[in-house]
């Protein structure tokens, strides 16, 4: 398997465009998580899904961030608008949970710079 | 809330020194894992301790997860240049999600 892919690997806006982050996570996967880095906050869950439903947003900054998962094979996660507060780099996770384990697979993320 | 506290944030040190990361939390985890995470790369695993004591070893690295199964640890022997990186800790509470620590970056310069 190729592993947990995200699109695009870079983003450069400017402040009130939309900005859509893509993931493809590992087939068979039954969890999806969308987190955000930064060097101040450290690595910060934003939303997470099962089974294609989302089960808790309570990370998600504001109203200005929505994400979805259509399939079981495809998540988008889009700020709009977007400040230049929200520069991070934006990691997708998937998961297959398995009896006591819980073992996360990151995509390489992406890195959003909003001037 | 659950939180996981990891310290120290930042370790430089020379090759060959030893060291030991600590994550510790006032809730108990069903499991404890450790990433480590390269410049450019998302955290990829390295071990899950799931038993109250239990001690894993990779190579150099050695883990244990506390008796209450609410801490852990994460020694280095003789670290390497190759060691460089960014270690977090994450617990399972089996709510389907995992709660990380704020990470700790080291360095070892040669």
Known sequence: DAGVIQSPRHEVTEMGQEVTLRCKPISGHDYLFWYRQTMMRGLELLIYFNNNVPIDDSGMPEDRFSAKMPNASFSTLKIQPSEPRDSAVYFCASSLMSGAKNIQYFGAGTRLSVL | ?110
């Open chain 2, 1 to 110: 809330t659950q939180l996981l506290e990891q310290s120290p944030q930042f370790l430089s040190i020379q090759e060959g020194e030893n060291l030991t990361v600590y994550c510790n939390s006032s809730s108990v985890f069903s499991s404890l894992q450790w990433y480590r995470q390269e410049p450019g790369e998302g955290p990829v695993l390295l071990v899950t301790v799931v038993t109250g004591g239990e001690v894993k070893k990779l190579k150099r690295l050695t883990f244990q997860f506390g008796d209450a199964r609410k801490d852990s640890s994460l020694h280095i022997t003789a670290a390497q240049p190759g060691d460089t990186g960014l270690y977090l800790c994450a617990g399972d509470g089996n709510t389907g999600k995992l709660i990380f620590g704020q990470g700790t970056t080291l360095q070892v310069k040669p």
